[in-house]
């Protein structure tokens, strides 16, 4: 039975080492400690998807920089901005404050505020 279980978990150590991490612009989600947060929801124009743009006062040099994206520089996608409040739980952020920042003459979005716990 103790084979089973070390067997067991070396496997599951194996699984999650091969597991990704979140980023934002090179910078792992985990590696962020500030104490408020703002992220976005961006839609797609030709497809049914939706990014996360994340902003906690880095410098960027193009707004793409600012997408969630998994080790491989892929762009994580979300159901919803809420997906991504969600999401944001498990790394210690609470949603703080929403408001809404005007896209175009006849667009609004809105901007959550995240504060760590």
């Known amino acids: 039975m103790k084979k089973l279980t070390l067997a ?12 990704k991490a979140q980023n934002v612009n090179g910078t792992k989600l985990t590696d ?3 104490d408020y947060i703002q992220i976005r929801s961006i839609k797609s124009f030709l497809a049914d998807k939706q990014w996360i743009a994340l902003e906690y006062g880095q410098k ?10 998994d080790d491989d520089d892929k762009k994580l ?3 919803s901005a ?8 498990n790394y210690g952020y609470e ?3 929403v408001y809404t920042e005007q896209i175009d003459k ?7 505020v995240l504060k760590k716990k």
């Open 32 to 34: 962020i400690h500030v």
């Open 82 to 89: 809420i997906d991504g409040v969600n999401k944001m739980k």
């Open 60 to 69: 960027t040099g193009d707004y793409s920089e600012l997408y969630i994206r």
């Open 77 to 79: 996608e979300f159901n």
């Open 95 to 97: 949603l703080f404050s």
């Open 8 to 19: 067991v978990a070396m496997a599951a150590c194996f699984w999650l080492s091969d597991a």
């Open 106 to 112: 006849d667009t609004n979005r809105p901007v959550y």
